[in-house]
């Protein structure tokens, strides 16, 4: 389920806060019956009319993305800087970020126009495990992962409970390399955790998401996602299994 206010928007009917204004003014029926109410939520089964026209059931699509660094995770930006969209110009299709990536942090990145489909990987009661890389300033000891392994307070709570693993560490450069697996999607998380216990990351990329991996992907290529692996990634949200 999805606002009719978000699916106007995502359908390309008019910004977000004109179809807002359009449903107040009772120009939208839904499944025959005029809505004003800005709450209502519908489906892709919902018949939708604006000003008398049906709107037309877009074909949903569903894409793997390497983002590069240097990206930001939007449809546009206001300062000209290159969005993940740019790597889908030949899509006909308004598509857009399920969740997002620091503009600095590479990795895997879902793209759909299915409005459901993006709530439900990115509501906080789903957990879907997101696996990280982080080139970190200096080598963490044991017990200080075990930190984050444990949750860790950051300035908006405690951090849910991560699995961490150092991969290497160079004590000539001062750098270690660690996984880090989470579930939660806070706004520079990964990035506060570690400095919470005194390593900054210098780079970040995102590996995984539940099973999906980068394999086979260069920096800025793409994928389609198959059938089956978008009904497992509803099953894996819907369920609980987060992997």
């Known amino acids: 389920m999805e606002r009719l206010q978000k699916m106007l928007a995502h359908a390309g009917v008019a910004s977000r806060r004109k179809a807002e204004q359009m449903i107040l003014d009772g120009k939208v029926r839904v499944n025959g019956k005029v809505i004003k109410e800005l709450g209502t939520k519908v489906s892709s089964s919902d018949t939708i009319e604006v000003e ?5 059931k877009e074909q949903k699509v569903y894409y793997l993305l390497y983002k590069p660094r240097g990206v930001i995770s939007a449809v546009s930006d206001d300062k000209n800087r290159k969005v993940v969209t740019d790597f889908f110009e030949d899509i006909d ?5 399920v969740g997002r990536l620091d503009y600095d942090t590479s990795g895997l990145l879902i793209m759909t126009n299915d409005g459901e489909f993006a709530n439900i990987l990115t509501h906080p009661k789903y957990e879907i495990d997101k696996t990280y ?3 970190l300033k ?3 000891e044991k017990d200080e992962l075990r930190k984050l392994e444990r949750g860790i307070k950051l300035e908006d709570g405690m951090t849910a409970p991560a699995k961490v693993k150092l991969l290497s560490g160079d004590n000539k450069q001062g750098k270690g390399i660690v996984q880090i697996t989470i579930h939660e999607g806070r706004n520079r998380q990964v990035r506060r955790m570690f400095e919470a216990i005194g390593y900054p990351v210098q780079k970040l990329s995102r590996e995984q998401f539940g099973f999906l991996t980068l394999q086979g992907l260069n920096a800025g290529e793409s994928r389609q996602l198959t059938a089956h692996e978008v009904k497992l990634l509803r099953v894996m949200a819907e369920t609980g299994k987060r992997h």
């Open 52 to 56: 008398g026209v049906q709107l037309e």
């Open 93 to 97: 299709k308004r598509i857009y970020p």
């Open 133 to 135: 890389v982080a080139r």
């Open 138 to 140: 200096g080598i963490p």
